[in-house]
């Protein structure tokens, strides 16, 4: 299909019914057989991993729906989990779902104050969480109910399983919180609908089968492992793969051999340090029909040292919370050099004017890269502000913030953002955030964050402080990892003498990372 402008229409996307429950769709749609592993969670190589089967799985989500329910939740009651990379996160998000609550899934390295942001901006009915600290930073109140320890064990093993709620396929599900260039977090909301439109991902990036074994490198709160690494693997009757000990760069290709790994999908970071730091990667990966990446631009240099170490393809693919991934390369959608894809069949994209009408540009032309309204996978809304919701669309097109162009063949290749959000190992970070805790430094007059490329294919979060009395860059860095989340604390701060302004007095972050750059 040649294009004659920058809008790619081709199929139609899938829709469930009506009446549609997500959880009860990705642990019962396949009919994969109860006794199949569904989650191999591993700790060490050398101990033996923890198996969670089907049957299982089903089982425990349906106790937990009923437990719920049990203690009060009633249909669009926020579940907020709180806790790690254990059996429980995923167990507890379909639980949610089951149930017809809204599952909210947060990150264990949020600091206390991200923690209550997010808590107070949601009103949760329910915490649950695993650690001791994990709920610091929330004042108690008796609209919430908070489970931890015995009160988790007993939901797991409550006496009763709930049928799974008849929600609507609109019906909310899910809550997922990612960072804006307002400079606080916003909550995402998705419907149930969401997770059924992935199975556009299935071909148009994965090439996905029942039989594969899906190793995923993420955390489980994540978006991309919540979809690409149980969603998706499950909807189909695939098993899932989750390490959960030391993160050695090495530890994935031993995770890849010893449980034969044929999808492994992590960030491009991951496979730089695989590629750096694994002279075994060849043999390891040896069952491997083909890596995924996805949360921040490959480089070409990884892609072909990748390729050439492993002989395994990699396929790229292009997404963001409010539609997951929807532009990828796959077996059915050859890589082609400076794209990130085509989009998947179904999908209904355009590249729009940065600013102006909503007319599709000219093949070639970059603009802002836009998917249509009537994606089954967009979401609702942003949490609690319509106003927001309707300022990310232009006419009948949603405006995802990605600079991009697409060619004559559908292939989009993307450029940057429109704003100024900054990537950090896949996860979208503001630069208001740290920007809000740097200046609450008494030796800090004012600042600025940006995204500092420090190699040909690494950027990190950096910050550019001006000061009114000494203080070290090492001691900046604590300051904020005391207040942020480890993936939002500046991996370098740099002393200024001034920061760049516009003629209106706008900051000019880009300039800064221009001129700071290390290649």
Same mark, same amino acid.
């Given at each position: ?37 569904? #989650? ?15 049957? =299982? ?7 937990? !729906? *009923?437990? #719920? ?33 809204? *599952? %909210?899934p947060t990150s264990s390295q949020l600091s206390p104050q991200e923690t209550a942001y997010i808590a107070e901006d949601a009103a949760p009915r329910f915490l649950v969480g695993a650690s001791a600290t994990a709920f610091d930073g929330i004042p108690e109140t008796a609209a919430t109910t908070r489970l931890r320890g015995a009160a988790i064990a007993d939901l797991l093993a409550f006496p009763k399983r709930a049928d799974f709620e008849d929600t609507a396929a609109e019906d909310p599900a899910y809550l997922v919180y990612t960072s804006g260039s307002g400079g606080r977090p916003k909550g995402v909301l998705h419907a149930h609908r969401a997770v059924y439109a992935r199975r556009m991902m299935w071909d148009g990036w994965y090439g996905l089968r029942a039989d594969d074994r899906v190793l995923h490198a993420g955390a489980f709160n994540w978006t991309y492992t919540l979809g690409a690494g ?34 492994? *999908? ?25 890596? %995924? ?51 998947? %069949? ?61 060619? =004559? ?11 100024? %959000? ?27 964050? *940006? ?61 800064? !990372? ?6």
């Amino acid at each position: 299909m040649a294009l004659k402008q920058s809008l790619f229409q081709e199929g139609e996307p899938p829709r469930p019914d009506a009446r549609f429950n997500a959880a009860e769709y990705c642990l019962s749609g396949s009919g994969a057989p109860r006794t199949k592993a569904a #989650l191999v969670l591993v700790s060490a190589i050398d101990k033996p991993p923890q198996i969670w089967r089907y049957g =299982e799985v089903s089982d425990a989500v349906r106790r937990i !729906a *009923a437990g #719920l329910k049990a203690h009060g939740l009633r249909p669009g009651d926020r579940v907020m989990l709180r806790l790690g990379h254990e059996p429980e996160f995923p167990l507890f998000f379909f639980g949610a779902l089951a149930a017809g609550g809204i *599952a %909210l899934p947060t990150s264990s390295q949020l600091s206390p104050q991200e923690t209550a942001y997010i808590a107070e901006d949601a009103a949760p009915r329910f915490l649950v969480g695993a650690s001791a600290t994990a709920f610091d930073g929330i004042p108690e109140t008796a609209a919430t109910t908070r489970l931890r320890g015995a009160a988790i064990a007993d939901l797991l093993a409550f006496p009763k399983r709930a049928d799974f709620e008849d929600t609507a396929a609109e019906d909310p599900a899910y809550l997922v919180y990612t960072s804006g260039s307002g400079g606080r977090p916003k909550g995402v909301l998705h419907a149930h609908r969401a997770v059924y439109a992935r199975r556009m991902m299935w071909d148009g990036w994965y090439g996905l089968r029942a039989d594969d074994r899906v190793l995923h490198a993420g955390a489980f709160n994540w978006t991309y492992t919540l979809g690409a690494g149980l969603m998706d693997p499950w909807a189909i009757g695939a098993t899932t793969i989750i390490y959960d000990g030391p993160r050695d760069p090495r530890i994935w290709g031993r995770s890849a051999q010893a449980h034969s790994a044929t999808i492994f *999908a992590a960030v491009p970071g991951v496979y730089r340090q695989v590629l750096k730091y694994d002279d075994t990667a060849r043999v390891a990966f040896q069952d491997l029909r083909h890596g %995924l990446t996805a949360g921040e631009k490959l480089s070409q240099t990884v892609r072909e040292d990748w390729e050439t170490t492993t002989g395994k393809p990699l396929f790229e693919a292009l997404g963001m919370s409010e539609c997951s991934t929807y532009v990828s390369s796959s077996p059915k959608a050859p890589v082609k050099h400076g794209a990130s894809g085509r989009p998947q %069949l179904g999908r209904r994209v355009a590249i729009l004017p940065v600013e102006g009408n909503d007319t599709p540009l000219p093949i070639g032309g970059l603009g802002v890269l836009s998917v249509h309204k009537d994606d089954p996978g967009l979401m609702l809304g942003y949490w609690g502000s319509e106003a927001r919701s309707e300022a990310s669309f232009r006419g009948d097109w949603f405006l995802t913030g990605d600079l991009a162009t697409i060619d =004559e063949d559908g292939y989009v290749a993307y450029q940057g953002r429109a704003d100024d %959000l900054m990537n950090a190992m896949g996860y979208r970070v503001s630069p208001q955030e740290v920007e809000d805790v740097l200046n609450q430094h008494p030796s800090v007059i004012e600042c600025a964050a *940006a995204e500092l490329r420090v190699k040909e294919d690494v950027s990190v979060v950096a910050a550019f402080v001006v000061l009114q009395s000494e203080a070290s860059s090492d001691a900046l860095k604590t300051f904020c990892a005391e207040r942020l989340a480890a993936y939002k604390t500046p991996k370098e701060i740099l002393i200024v003498d001034s920061l760049p302004r516009s003629a209106n007095g706008k900051l000019r972050r880009r300039d800064l !990372a221009a001129q700071h750059a290390k290649v």
